[in-house]
């Protein structure tokens, strides 16, 4: 389990996996349809369509388990049954930019191994990490 749930109160002691490689903040993926939604645009991104505020939301809360993606335009369909509103992704070209729950900012590429992104998101998997 990460330190972003539903009623979560996790302190610094309970991020076992240690705090410089377990995730706390990052990009989502989008829609690139929807970079500039208003009124009068009919293309919406159900995970970035409210403010982050709303708390434990599709808008505002991510999962390790799925992919990392870069920002692409996504029909319809691709939206709802590949469920990427849980997608970790952004806009650049090599990667997205995460948080740490040791304060630093790091780029994580597109092509991270799948284990080390899944450990990455749990706080006391027990998972030895090695980025390179």
């Not at 939301?57 to 390790?64: A, E």
Request: net charge negative; charged share 20%.
């Amino acid at each position: 389990m990460g330190i972003s749930f539903i009623r979560s109160e996790i302190s610094l002691r309970q991020i076992t996996d240690g705090t410089s490689k377990t995730y706390m903040a990052g990009e989502k993926l989008v829609n690139v349809d929807a970079y500039e939604f208003n009124d009068q645009t009919t293309v919406r991104d159900d995970g970035d369509d409210q403010g982050y505020l709303i708390g434990h939301n599709g808008d505002t809360v991510r999962s390790s388990g799925c992919p990392i993606m870069q920002d692409f335009r996504q029909t319809i369909a691709q939206h709802t049954t590949e469920l990427l509103y849980n997608n970790w992704g952004s806009a650049h070209s090599g990667g997205i930019n995460m948080m740490f729950a040791d304060g630093s900012v790091r780029t994580v590429s597109y092509d991270v191994n799948k284990d080390v992104h899944a450990a990455m998101g749990t706080r006391a998997g027990g998972e030895i990490v090695s980025e390179n």
